[in-house]
Nanobody
Framework: QLQLVESGGGLVQPGGSLRLSCAAS????????YGWFRQAPGKEREGVSC????????YVADSLKGRFTISRDNAKNTVYLQMNSLKPEDTGVYYC????????????????????WGQGTQVTVSS
């Protein structure tokens, strides 16, 4: 059974960095794109970043550009989210998602265009 497994979350002080990983395991499925989302307590899930598997096109939400970077290793079926200069408002559960339908990453990242989801990893930014 196909699974997306996130790792790399944890507690970090403001200004620190974390790198999240999302590994796809189980039956091979061709994913057109991967996305990262986050959800803070009491707030809606928001799109953070996405990347295409084929051409490597990437998108990062405007408010996060310059601090967050997405990358992929197709050989390992793994996608990464590098988060730098973290702020308390970055706190939340971060989810990895994959698109097997074919919406592709193209200038935005919407949860309804991703059909496989990981269980989430907690990121807490606090001193």
């Amino acid at each position: 059974q196909l699974q997306l497994v996130e790792s790399g979350g944890g507690l970090v002080q403001p200004g620190g960095s974390l790198r999240l990983s999302c590994a796809a395991s189980g039956s091979p499925v061709d994913f057109y794109a991967y996305g990262w989302f986050r959800q803070a307590p009491g707030k809606e899930r928001e799109g953070v970043s996405c990347i295409n598997s084929s051409d490597g096109y990437t998108y990062v939400a405007d408010s996060l550009k310059g601090r967050f970077t997405i990358s992929r290793d197709n050989a390992k079926n793994t996608v990464y989210l590098q988060m730098n200069s973290l702020k308390p408002e970055d706190t939340g559960v971060y989810y990895c998602a994959a698109d097997s339908i074919g919406y592709y990453c193209s200038g935005y990242v919407r949860p309804d265009e991703y059909d496989y989801w990981g269980q989430g990893t907690q990121v807490t930014v606090s001193s």
